[in-house]
């Protein structure tokens, strides 16, 4: 599905002049020809509370990275329905955007994690699905193991995401899949910059633990094998 039969799909049972066109794929993030390409996203969210088709512009850019994360975290089965109404809950809210936040990253992921909230059992669902199959490939490092292993969703580590809590979990999700900075993921959440790093240590804690238990019954497991 392009960005463009998406962004039809989501405004087309919307009031006539909500979204006036549909801005066509240009760049390779589907950005639009002309001035708004060098706009930020501050700028052109100010702009379409004046002429609401701009906001076009802001689903083109971000409509992808978002349904990516959410297809992450819940699975491609509700991922563009979930990217879809973020989009449209931003549109709707966008009077109240900061403008003085240039970026509308971390507001439209906090839309999106918001959503993903709704399904916190789809999505323990899935990491225990994930949890029975065998494990990938290990991956190396310690420290980066921990992000590096959220990010390619390593099997083996889906029991552990399934046990932390759901507040921790957003943190580090933001971080390891959408790439935010602290900064940025205090701003989606709405919580202070001490929060999230003590969340994200929490989380980190309790991955690194899983990583290490997988580990020791790796060497266990290969011990017994060359003994038998």
Same mark, same amino acid.
């Given at each position: 599905?392009?960005?463009a039969?998406?962004s039809?799909?989501? +405004?087309?049972?919307? %009031?006539p002049?909500?979204?006036?066109?549909?801005?066509?794929?240009?760049?390779? !993030?589907?950005e639009?020809?002309?001035?708004?390409? @060098?706009?930020?996203?501050?700028?052109?969210?100010?702009?379409? &509370?004046?002429? %609401?088709? $701009?906001?076009?512009?802001? +689903?083109? &850019?971000?409509?992808?990275?978002?349904? /990516?994360?959410?297809d992450r975290?819940?699975?491609?089965?509700?991922?563009?329905?979930?990217?879809?109404?973020? +989009?449209?809950?931003?549109? $709707? $809210?966008?009077?109240?955007?900061?403008?003085? !936040?240039?970026?509308? $990253? %971390?507001w439209?992921?906090?839309?999106?994690?918001k959503?993903?909230?709704?399904? *916190?059992?789809?999505?323990?669902?899935?990491?225990?699905?994930?949890?029975?199959?065998? @494990?990938?490939?290990?991956?190396? #490092?310690?420290?980066? /193991?921990?992000?590096?292993a959220?990010?390619?969703?390593?099997?083996?580590?889906?029991?552990?995401?399934?046990?932390?809590?759901?507040?921790?979990?957003?943190?580090?999700?933001?971080?390891?899949?959408?790439?935010?900075?602290?900064?940025?993921?205090?701003?989606?959440? #709405?919580?202070?910059?001490?929060?999230?790093?003590? @969340?994200?240590?929490?989380a980190? /804690?309790?991955?690194?633990?899983?990583?290490?238990? !997988?580990?020791?019954?790796?060497?266990? #497991?290969?011990? *017994? #094998?060359?003994?038998?």
């Amino acid at each position: 599905m392009t960005v463009a039969s998406t962004s039809r799909r989501i +405004f087309d049972d919307q %009031p006539p002049g909500i979204f006036e066109v549909v801005v066509t794929s240009d760049g390779p !993030q589907g950005e639009p020809p002309g001035a708004d390409r @060098r706009l930020s996203d501050a700028e052109i969210i100010a702009a379409s &509370r004046r002429v %609401p088709a $701009r906001f076009a512009v802001i +689903f083109d &850019r971000h409509y992808r990275d978002i349904q /990516r994360y959410v297809d992450r975290r819940l699975g491609r089965d509700d991922a563009d329905d979930i990217a879809a109404e973020t +989009f449209l809950i931003a549109f $709707r $809210r966008r009077a109240r955007f900061d403008t003085a !936040q240039a970026s509308a $990253r %971390p507001w439209l992921y906090g839309i999106a994690t918001k959503l993903v909230g709704r399904h *916190r059992r789809d999505e323990l669902r899935r990491y225990r699905a994930l949890a029975r199959l065998d @494990r990938s490939d290990a991956l190396e #490092g310690h420290e980066e /193991r921990v992000t590096s292993a959220v990010v390619a969703a390593n099997t083996g580590l889906s029991e552990a995401l399934a046990g932390l809590s759901s507040a921790d979990r957003d943190v580090l999700m933001l971080v390891a899949l959408a790439e935010l900075s602290y900064p940025e993921v205090a701003a989606a959440l #709405g919580i202070k910059y001490g929060t999230v790093c003590s @969340r994200l240590s929490r989380a980190r /804690r309790q991955i690194r633990t899983a990583l290490d238990a !997988q580990d020791r019954a790796d060497i266990e #497991g290969g011990t *017994r #094998g060359r003994i038998g």
